[in-house]
């Protein structure tokens, strides 16, 4: 029985279809512009054109590398939590893994990491809030036999506020640490 599925599906499409248009229109604009000078008037300084897109790509650019946004889906049933989890290579630059990224996000599904975690071996999470608040990074931790180990980072940043305390109240359920019934 399926007591919580926490995901953010919605923020990640819309994350998804915002990189795809901002990619698209700057390398539109990179190739088309200067076979278009002739057309433009001489008022308009076609720079401007160019260091707007500019300015626009290094915003993004600077959400992605301070946010790292990813898709994050949890199943939480009474006895056991599976997260699945998808985040882009934003390590190397743009332009080895751009079109890889880009390929990536329209099949992410295909390439998600699951985690599995009976409730014997949760032991705690660890909730760690940088970047002016707005990175939220989720690290569970495993306990057997041979110790305590802790997951990879998950990040819940593009979560709503309402699924945040949910995925929360949720793990603390888990532990028997909150009983809402």
Do not use: C
Request: no cysteine; aromatic share 16%; net charge positive.
């Amino acid at each position: 029985m399926i007591v919580n599925k926490i995901n953010n599906k919605n923020e990640f499409l819309i994350y998804r279809v915002v990189k795809i248009i901002i990619v698209f229109m700057f390398g539109f604009l990179f190739m088309t512009l200067p076979f278009f000078r002739g057309l433009i008037p001489h008022s308009f300084d076609s720079a401007n054109l160019y260091w707007g897109f500019v300015i626009i790509l290094l915003i993004f650019s600077l959400f992605e590398v301070v946010l790292k946004p990813s898709y994050f889906e949890t199943l939480i049933y009474e006895k056991e939590i599976i997260i699945r989890t998808f985040s882009l290579d934003l390590r190397n630059s743009f332009v080895r893994n751009g079109l890889k990224n880009i390929i990536l996000l329209f099949s992410y599904k295909k390439y998600l990491n699951e985690i599995k975690l009976s409730k014997q071996e949760y032991n705690g999470y660890k909730l760690n809030i940088d970047k002016f608040g707005f990175r939220r990074i989720l690290v569970l931790q495993k306990i057997n036999k041979y110790g305590i180990y802790e997951t990879a980072e998950l990040n819940i940043s593009l979560l709503t506020q309402k699924k945040y305390t949910n995925l929360i109240l949720s793990i603390d359920r888990l532990t028997g640490k909150v009983n809402l019934n």
